[in-house]
């Protein structure tokens, strides 16, 4: 149920008699080598807030289409950064209207690993939480990574699964970095670029379908375990729904 396509006056009797919960995803407009979509971490996280939305009922916020990236991807064409501080106030200034209009419970969703990024949604507060849908065990999935890098074995094989489309997979270019040798440019200390760095790490070429119904499947089930409960129609609601009921 996308906020999006609703008028306030239904937004307001959704809040009041359904769910007063929302759901906001938080994408980042990234490269992802020469293979997937800039728009691939806004694809996911709409996915899986859509999903939970059925679940909960809870409405989904307006997708945020930026967040943070690794200074090294500015050499890539389209990439785009807002720093840490943007992020959080930007997700905050949103939660501050939503909450005067009743909402009680925020999950932000996202499926983009820059730990700037995570860092800037991990807020604390009750009533915020983040999912990070990445987060999930590959061990018994991937054949060539022991996790999900970028643009990689995992997140290839996600796209593939659903959204096969904007899978340009004759374009695949290669380049492997030790996560060790690359944590200088993960933490964005080196602003240039690994030499031969192609925008993916890891094996793209090895993604496939079948493991990516594997992942997403997971990543179905993390979603479901983190979100439902905490989005489920506050206590408040549930007391009105009572006494409306009598
Ligand atoms: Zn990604």
């Not at 500015?74 to 807002?82: D, K, L, M, N, V």
């Not at 939660?95 to 990024?117: K, M, R, S, Y």
């Not at 061990?139 to 970028?150: G, N, P």
Request: aromatic fraction near 8%; hydrophobic fraction near 40%.
């Amino acid at each position: 149920m996308l906020m999006l396509n609703m008028t306030w006056h239904e937004i307001e009797k959704h809040l009041k008699n359904v769910n007063d919960n929302i759901i906001i995803s938080v994408g980042t407009c990234e490269q992802h080598g020469y293979h997937l979509p800039l728009g691939t971490d806004i694809f996911i996280a709409e996915y899986f807030a859509d999903i939970l939305s059925e679940k909960t009922g809870a409405i989904v916020a307006p997708t945020l289409n930026y967040g943070v990236n690794l200074p090294c991807d500015i050499h890539f064409a389209g990439t785009t950064s807002i720093s840490a501080e943007i992020l959080r106030e930007t997700i905050l200034s949103i939660i501050n209207w939503w909450e005067q209009q009743g909402v009680v419970h925020f999950a932000i969703l996202t499926c983009h690993g820059d730990p700037f990024h995570l860092q800037a949604l991990q807020i604390k507060a009750d009533n915020i939480k983040l999912i990070d849908i990445s987060d999930i065990d590959y061990s018994d999935i991937l054949e060539k990574q022991a996790t999900i890098r970028h643009a990689c074995e995992a997140e290839t094989s996600i796209v593939l699964q659903l959204f096969p489309e904007k899978v340009k997979a004759d374009k695949i270019q290669e380049f492997d970095i030790d996560s060790n040798n690359f944590k200088k440019y993960l933490f964005h200390e080196d602003k240039g670029m690994p030499k031969g760095y192609v925008g993916s790490l890891g094996f793209p070429s090895f993604g496939t379908k079948e493991k990516g119904i594997c992942i997403v499947n997971s990543m179905i089930d993390k979603t479901i375990n983190e979100g439902v409960e905490f989005l489920k129609a506050s206590t408040k609601l549930a007391d009105r729904q009572i006494s409306t009921e009598k």
